[in-house]
């Protein structure tokens, strides 16, 4: 890769990211390397390093943020936002730079197995529900305890539920992630260490 | 400047008696998804234990889901959360005035943080109690959100005089989960030292054992334990066990029924890749509790268990059916 | 109207006895109130000291004498002060001793000079301060110095030590925002020491940023890492485990972008500086200006004044270094001089 230029700078890409503003203090960040030190994916995974993560939004670097696969790695362990001398939220971070990926159509095979639960749960009012063989064993553990055999959510519950999702327009963003093609995804931060000039 | 207030070391570091006050008499207990589908028996023991504790439990039917795993997951924008929150909250302030208690690090840490920004962002306050406002829902932020494992602490002597069947020294490691210990609102104790569930093991007549790795993340929230199976979460989760198997550990407790997944589900296909094999029982630190107050076996669930607990019963003297 | 003025310095570390000393040189009586049963404040405890390598044990010695020559400086350790009422152009003020004496004098001016303390690194479970063996800050390190340096032929050497910068300093989630100003310097000090005592120790310092602002600090610093060979790994640790009776540390080398895990013997901590107990009670006492930490604070365009007839020098005021301990010093003591001999 060669040499970074002005031109691959954005300095507008931390408000892009940051839309909901959620992480107002990205820049009080001293790159001590703390989260990085503790992030357990980091010590599994080399080329995913949450500060230099922090380091490229900071600069605005567009070559290799959005198309990477590292960002798709984050557990939420949230050891980083523990550890973090002056408290950045790193998972809100992440988690709104990962809707500007999938934007994009990056990491759409990342979330779109995990949607089906949520368009379950407009049904039913609870997050992974299983397939009719767990639905099954379910109930069976539920009535050895002499439970009700399903956990007990109201229609109406579930009609609000529903409806929420539907009037904020968020149903309508995940059946647009349906339909998106999907770009592939690259190891960007460790691609990057090699270079060629 | 940030409008997230930043907290000191005294207001996030608190007793328990700070954190609860008075011990209630009455709580409202929020459903887990998972803690009332994966571990019903969770769910069961937490009602058993409390009850012993002399707390009453409340439910209500038209709690749903928090929606806050997916969220985490970039799986819809905050804007559903934010007013599914407010609505949640809402109902409990307005049908109950008690206090919300969790028993899964999940629920508690998403409502947490969503809570926390419905109250310091007046633009999400308004959106959401705009949309809840068509079923007669207003939040306030009035009631608190608490997790049982604090109350469990607080109780720590009652638990202690009504042991009826004391663990005899079985070697329990605690996993304390993520989401409790890293928000920065006021919790029990030190997120990278903490201490108050291995008094509770003791308290029980166990022996805690604190296992190099005990407070690395089960790896499972984000939806990782789908996406990045056999990649990320894997390798990570057979450092955590290789550390607990290595000190001898006989039982692993949570209060995540989300990590209990994690830890207690994952263990075969780690065998199947070499790690290992474990066998050391994960359970939810209620049904430890529960067992030890006198709760019937049955009533626990740990037929909902994938790694069988029969090794641990027959070494206490007890049988399954009991 | 001439008459015999007096000056109360609070505190016999190096600024309190700058401070003394230049007063009483001056022909004022002086009184010198130290709380401890010796004089020398943190100073008399360090083993060493930068740029110079000088013992302090020297310096105090050299300070000393000259306060003991000096018939119109009276000194009281073991004393503290316990009230002060401000009159019109004095103050009167109770001292008692820890012998259960009680004093009560009245003085023309006041030079605060309290000192500072280290911050209680505990709140950092991530390091376990407190709770870990062979977890120090770096004043308890210069105490474990002299005992090596003394008994260097019986002791077995570390196989390495850890040296953690900024606990506590530049943190705005668990410490201070603010920058302690002197552990980058007496950091590199004690590894450089460590190394002159067992070569074969390997030493690693952990840091953000190494600051040598002052003469002859950038070649102090580089001599360490050159010359002493100790080695600096840009990366704030993240997380202290102890294991089979050491020490596991696991940080990121941020230069390289890498996570590490580092095993030593012993880690020292460059907890922050903070204001003393003896500061905050004496800037309540005497009603002085203090900013948002405790440290004294002055009044515009007077560095070293902090209120009516009362001054303050060294590290009360923020953390400073032996030779700004005694500039300060000679400050406050040119302000009461210079006070004193105003015409009424």
Known sequence: MPREREKDWDENLYKKIDRYDLVQNLEQCLQCGKCTGNCPVAAITPSYNPRAIINDILSGDITRLLDSEEIWRCFWCANCYRVCPVDIHYPLLMMQLRYAALEEGYGLKYVQPINKYAFRAMEKGLTFVPGQKGIEKIMKLRSQLQATSWPEVSEQAIKEFCEIFEQTGAKAWMENLENMPEKPLRLSFLEGRITDE | ?322 | MDSVKTALVIGGGLAGLEAAIKIGQAGHKTILVEKEAALGGNVAKLFSSFPRWENPVDLLEYKINKLKECSLISVMTGTTVKFAQKRDKSYSVELLSTTGTKNKIEVDAVVIATGFELFDASVYGEYGYGSFDNVMDSLQFEAKLKEWSENKENISPPKSVAFFKCVGSRDRSKGFPYCSKVCCMYTAKQAGLVKDLFPDTRCFVFYMDYRAAGKEYEEFTRSVIEQKHVRYVRGRPSKVLPEDGRLLIRAEDTLMGVPIEITADMIVLASAVVPSHGTKEMSKLFNAKIDQYGFIDHEDFNPVKTGDRVFYAGACGFAVENLGAMHQGAAAAAEVISLFNQVD
Request: proline content about 5%; hydrophobic content about 35%; charged content about 20%.
């Open chain 2, 1 to 322: 400047m940030s409008n997230l207030h930043i907290t000191t070391p005294q207001e996030r570091i608190i007793s328990a008696a700070q954190r609860i006050g008075e011990v209630p008499e009455k709580l409202f207990l929020f459903r887990s998804c998972t803690g009332s589908m994966e571990y019903p028996g969770t769910e069961n023991s937490i009602k058993e234990v409390l009850k012993i504790l002399e707390v009453e439990v409340v439910m209500d039917s038209d709690q749903t889901c928090c929606s806050g795993y997916i969220l985490t997951c970039s799986g819809y924008p905050p804007e559903p959360s934010l007013a599914i929150t407010a609505r949640n909250l809402a109902l409990v302030e307005q049908r109950y005035g008690l206090d919300t208690y969790m028993f899964c690090n999940g629920c508690f840490g998403y409502n947490t943080e969503l809570s926390h920004i419905l109250n310091h962002y007046p633009k999400y306050k308004e959106m959401a109690n705009n949309i809840i406002a068509q079923y007669g829902y207003n939040y306030q932020g009035k009631t608190r959100i608490r997790h049982v494992q604090e109350l469990y602490y607080l109780l720590i002597d009652k638990i202690r005089e009504k042991v009826v069947r004391p663990l005899n020294g079985l070697r329990v490691g605690v996993h304390y989960g993520c989401h409790y210990l890293a928000q920065q609102y006021g919790i029990l104790d030190e997120g990278d030292l903490p201490t108050f569930h291995e008094e509770i093991i003791e308290a029980l007549g166990g022996t805690p054992v604190f296992y190099k790795e005990r407070r690395m993340c089960c790896g499972y929230a984000v939806g990782r334990g789908f996406t990045h199976k056999e990649s990320v979460v894997e390798p990570h989760l057979a450092k955590k066990f290789d550390s607990a198997k290595e000190e001898g550990v006989e039982l692993i407790t949570t209060c995540c029924p989300g990590c209990n997944v994690a830890l207690d589900r994952e263990q075969p296909a780690l065998a199947k890749r070499g790690f290992g094999p474990y066998d050391i029982p994960v359970i939810d630190i209620a049904q430890l509790i529960g067992l030890a107050l006198g709760v019937p076996i049955w009533k626990l669930g740990f037929n909902a268990n994938t790694t069988p607990l029969d090794r641990v019963l027959n070494k206490l003297g007890l049988e399954k059916g009991e």
